[in-house]
């Protein structure tokens, strides 16, 4: 869930592009559990049902059938023709599914398909492993290829075909089509904290525009990249790679893709790893505040480790975490007023919205937090914004040459269509101020007003909050982070409380997601369950 600056992702594979980018110069640092971590850990216990804030327990998402319709079978006993596609050892294909689950008949959407095959003997082959990476919008095909099929241990990758698909909307997936490189330019520089009703104007305008852009662009496909459909897509992803059952793992956003997925079709559930889970009972605004906490506990964590460290640009020895984020503060009204100067080809200088989403993008990962040290060092003490620019625009999947991927559009329409707008308009943010303010005395105020996008979104949601449980799938592992920015660990606790079969694996860490970042307790568990089929133990806790 993620628009602009605001913290509303879903995506590890973000994590994963500033940890890659990072990890090449600074090793990994590790963070002291604060004690605002305590906030986000007080929701439902693994087994109990969840209860959203209203006191209303909502329905759970029900199963499909389990005979598949006959209007659906040519989709799933179509046969994919693979080829090879640029990387050495992966193979790629296009298959189809219907554009509108409700009226097959209306059309289809090609979906982009990649698959590395098992590295080891045809008797110990377990099938396929399908990968997810979250965002949502964030490329599968890209992070299999670049990540997955080559970065996950070699055991698995030994005994399964890794494969990934881009979802609809997404990359190679039909992609969501809204502005050009210069719009997307302008309107990741928009305000965030607007000052007086001139300002509110123009940030409702930049929100405007970008909807209306890709109402014009994408009309076909907008109200159909629901992660309900995304959900399906993978069913006949399952059926005709032949597998009987779908083992998966998903992270961040893909946590909601995949319990979604075991919600309609828990008898095809094998092995399932949720990593950084959603709660799907939460409603916009609520995932929306929980993620501004989150980001704030993630900052904390960031600022007590910096002021540990000789010439932290923003506190000495023994400065609070407080007194941190005051001084970021103050740099952020700085930017406000006076952007900086960056170097930048296309003449863009560093202001308060893109100098945010720089520091937003290095709570992802821990590993990042020397690089972000480095950034506001330069920024406060040189006046050289391009170290911020750089994390901002590795956040944005914006390239040299001025083009972005359309992981920001992609993440946008599916977003909207999952979940009514968190606001209606400018109205309602400024009474929502103070939650948000308190929830992050960093971040909140702009991370309220990104909130906003989905209020002018060209078509209306059709999802809402709901309760997944998954009666008669097998175990389903659900991981979560003790100071996940993004998915804060409550929402773990939730989710593993509403899975009839899931099993909690608690990583007392930070930055976004467990798996494969360098705790060898969870890396262990996790491995041993996708090979053996054996979930961690009850109350399983890693550090």
């Given at each position: 869930m993620r628009t602009r600056s605001a913290p509303r992702t879903r995506g590890s594979r973000r994590a994963h592009r500033i940890r890659a980018t990072h990890s090449r110069a600074t090793a990994r640092v590790t963070a002291t559990l604060l004690t605002a971590a305590a906030l986000l850990v007080t929701a439902c216990a693994p087994g109990s049902p969840a209860t959203p804030?209203?006191?209303?327990?909502?329905?759970?998402?029900a199963a499909l059938p389990r005979t598949t319709p006959t209007a659906l079978t040519p989709y799933y006993s179509q046969r994919l023709r693979w080829r090879e596609c640029g990387v050495p050892?992966?193979?790629c294909a296009t298959m189809k599914a219907p554009l509108d689950y409700g009226n097959p008949d209306a059309g289809t959407v090609r979906l982009a398909v990649a698959r590395k095959k098992a590295t080891g003997t045809a008797a110990g082959r377990l099938g396929s492993l399908l990968v997810n990476p979250g965002g949502p919008g964030g490329s599968a095909v890209e992070y299999l290829q670049q990540y997955a099929g080559l970065g996950y241990p070699e055991r698995i990758r030994a005994r399964y075909d890794m494969v990934a698909m881009d979802p609809r909307g997404v990359a190679r997936s039909e992609p969501v089509k809204c502005l050009d490189?210069?719009?997307?330019?302008?309107?990741?520089q928009t305000d965030l904290t607007p000052d007086d009703q001139r300002e509110r104007d123009v940030l409702v305008a930049a929100n405007r525009r970008f909807a209306e852009s890709c109402g014009a662009h994408s009309a076909r496909l907008l109200r159909h990249v629901s992660t309900v459909e995304a959900a399906r897509d993978m069913d006949i992803l399952r059926s005709v790679l032949g597998d009987r059952r779908l083992n998966y793992v998903g992270a961040s956003y893909g946590t909601f893709l995949g319990a979604t997925y075991a919600g309609l079709f828990p008898e095809r559930v094998g092995?399932?790893?949720?990593?950084?889970?959603?709660?799907?009972?939460?409603?916009?605004?609520?995932?929306n505040l929980d993620q501004t906490a989150g980001f704030e506990t993630a900052f904390q964590a960031f600022a007590k480790d910096c002021v540990r460290r000789s010439g932290c640009p923003l506190g000495g020895r023994g400065a609070s975490p407080a007194r941190v984020g005051d001084r970021l503060r103050a740099f952020f009204r700085e930017l406000d007023a006076r952007p900086l100067p960056t170097g930048d080809a296309d003449g863009r200088r560093l202001g308060e919205a893109l100098a945010t989403t720089g520091?937003?993008?290095?709570?992802?990962?821990?590993?990042?937090?020397a690089q972000?040290?480095?950034?506001?060092?330069?920024?406060i003490k040189k006046h050289d914004g391009a170290g911020l620019l750089s994390l901002a625009d590795i956040y944005y999947e914006r390239d040299a040459g001025g083009h972005y991927s359309n992981l920001m559009m992609a993440n946008a329409a599916v977003n909207c269509l999952d979940l009514p707008s968190a606001f209606t308009g400018p109205e309602q943010v400024e009474k929502a101020l103070p939650a948000f303010e308190k929830a992050s005395p960093v971040f909140g105020p702009g991370l309220a007003w990104a909130s906003l996008t989905c209020a002018y979104w060209p078509v209306r949601a059709t999802g809402e909050p709901h309760r997944i449980e998954a009666k008669g799938a097998a175990p389903i592992v659900v991981v979560g982070t003790v100071?996940?920015?993004?998915?804060?660990?409550?929402?773990?606790?939730?989710?593993a409380g509403q899975l009839y079969s899931a099993r909690l694996l608690t990583y007392d860490g930070d930055g976004h997601t467990a798996y494969g970042r360098g705790s060898g307790c969870v890396d262990t568990a996790i491995d041993t369950y996708l090979l053996r089929?054996?979930?961690?133990?009850?109350?399983?806790?890693?550090s």
């Open positions: 804030a209203g006191g209303t327990v909502q329905a759970a998402l050892g992966f193979q490189g210069r719009q997307m330019d302008a309107y990741a092995r399932m790893v949720l990593d950084g889970a959603m709660d799907p009972s939460l409603d916009a605004r609520r995932l520091v937003i993008a290095s709570m992802y990962d821990e590993g990042a937090w972000l040290r480095d950034a506001l060092t330069s920024a100071r996940d920015p993004a998915t804060p660990y409550r929402w773990a606790r939730s989710l089929g054996t979930p961690p133990p009850p109350g399983k806790r890693c």
